[in-house]
């Protein structure tokens, strides 16, 4: 599509593209208002005060267009002009993060005052420059006033509330699938490794078999994370990303016990896995304490059980 060079356009047209580019903000900062409101009530209000601070704005460039070019205001759009950066529609993203959004205000902020100081340049009416400069500003000051918002409504308690609401859209969508793939990448692939192992007293032949299951599982899991459910209503996340997540900790989790038996010596090689075995499980107890509530020693008590009990399995099968 054929775009127009800023310096091209006239003063009617630069303040047709102010009024666009403030009623879109408004409308951008009303969609981060409705996204964070369940989860960021405090923030949420916040935004609702910058949609209609934006709103402000663009209702006094309308009266000053009304007042030198009439009611009918042109159609021009930032994507119509050369220079503006294309935005990330992340406002449509479900659940927001709180400080994805808030980068975002922060290149919005800067890209408008930017745009206002050009505008000042190419504006010779009085009444339109007096405008453009107050609003550009506004805009630099737009930092200070989120910081007065935020210190308005962001209250001890509320901060509180957004750092647990944060903390359990963490654990949903990153720590739970990690550890789901993690616990079943170390414990699950011990038994085919170990049995390898044993049986063939081969380190390359036990690590081939640990490369494939190790890949394979990752591979199941992530499918299986990722067609479990959308998200929409678990809180969960995109599927593609838990998938990614836990295919990738499957896969971390059964390669750790897998490279050892790229040494040679086979007795070293089974005393290093083992000792990584140890470490995994351990990993995961401390993971299951710290982000899941579980008691240290009721975490390390089951992850060790299960553990020990697909490792006899590997040994038994390898050695019959």
């Known amino acids: 599509m054929a775009k127009k060079n800023f310096k091209d356009l006239t003063e009617r047209e630069i303040l047709a593209l102010a009024i666009q580019s403030e009623e879109e903000d408004a409308r951008v900062y009303g969609d981060f208002a409705e996204g964070l409101r369940e989860t960021y009530p405090a923030t949420a209000k916040m935004f609702e005060e910058m949609q209609a601070e934006e709103s402000r704005h663009r209702q006094s460039l309308i009266d000053q267009h009304r007042a030198r070019f009439g009611d009918h205001i042109p159609l021009i759009r930032r994507e119509n002009v050369k220079g503006f950066v294309e935005r990330r529609p992340v406002w449509l993203v479900r659940p ?41 500003q506004v805009e630099r000051e737009h930092i200070n006033f989120a910081g007065t918002l935020e210190a308005q409504h962001l209250d001890k308690d509320a ?39 044993v049986a063939t007293h081969k380190t390359w032949d036990a690590f081939l078999v ?59 090689a089974f005393t290093a896995a083992v000792i990584v075995v140890a470490i995994e499980l351990a990993v995961i107890s401390y993971v299951r304490h710290r982000y899941m509530d579980t008691p240290i020693f009721s975490s390390t008590l089951q992850v060790v059980v299960g553990g020990a009990a697909v490792f006899a399995v590997g040994i038994l099968i390898g050695a019959s």
């Open 210 to 268: 640990g490369l494939a299951a190790s890949i394979g599982a990752g591979i199941s899991m992530a499918f299986a994370e990722a067609l479990s459910d959308d998200g929409s209503l678990t809180g969960r996340g995109r599927p593609l990303i838990r998938g990614l997540v836990t295919g990738a900790m499957t896969a971390a989790g059964g390669l750790g016990h897998t490279l050892p038996f790229l040494i040679s010596n086979y007795h070293l």
């Open 96 to 136: 927001l993060g709180i400080n994805t959004v808030r980068r975002q205000v922060e290149l919005m902020e800067t890209e408008t005052t930017h745009f206002y100081e050009r505008a000042l340049e190419r504006v010779s009416d009085a009444s339109t420059r007096k405008l453009l400069g107050d609003l550009a």
């Open 159 to 197: 901060r509180a509330e957004e750092e647990k609401s944060r903390r359990r859209v963490f654990m949903l969508q990153v720590i739970q699938p990690g550890l789901a793939g993690l616990m079943d990448g170390s414990v699950s692939t011990l038994a085919p490794i170990f049995a390898a192992a």
